[in-house]
Nanobody, 122 residues
Framework: QVRLIESGGGLVQAGGSLSLSCVAS?????MGWFRQAPGKEREFVAS????????YYTHSVEGRFTVSRDNAKNTLYLQMNNLKPEDSAVYYC??????????????????WGQGTQVTVSS
């Protein structure tokens, strides 16, 4: 079973930046980032295909967030710029072992990290 460990969360002022990382203990295919704010359901943020060529973002983060991966290091990244208070949430990385293209729904993902807290103050 591949394990995923996120890091890089924290507290930042609105307009600031944070970079999240997710290290996998083994090889993965498609990976994604999701987030869950208090009292809300977990939602899709971004996904990247297994070879890193295809990416997809939820509309609210387009132009501000960038998802990338380094397969040699089994690591997924999420660069978050121009952060807004509504970006505050626990961010989770997820990995699929069977799909190579972007995935926006939760069910195809096979493994999940424990989450890292991102808090954006106004």
């Amino acid at each position: 079973q591949v394990r995923l460990i996120e890091s890089g969360g924290g507290l930042v002022q609105a307009g600031g930046s944070l970079s999240l990382s997710c290290v996998a203990s083994g090889r993965t295919a498609t990976m994604g980032w999701f987030r869950q704010a208090p009292g809300k359901e977990r939602e899709f943020v971004a996904s990247i295909g297994g070879f890193g060529r295809n990416t997809y973002y939820t509309h609210s983060v387009e132009g501000r967030f960038t998802v990338s991966r380094d397969n040699a290091k089994n690591t997924l990244y999420l660069q978050m710029n121009n952060l807004k208070p509504e970006d505050s949430a626990v961010y989770y990385c997820a990995a699929s072992f069977a799909y190579s293209d972007v995935l926006i729904n939760e069910y195809p993902y096979d493994a999940w990290g424990q989450g890292t807290q991102v808090t954006v103050s106004s």
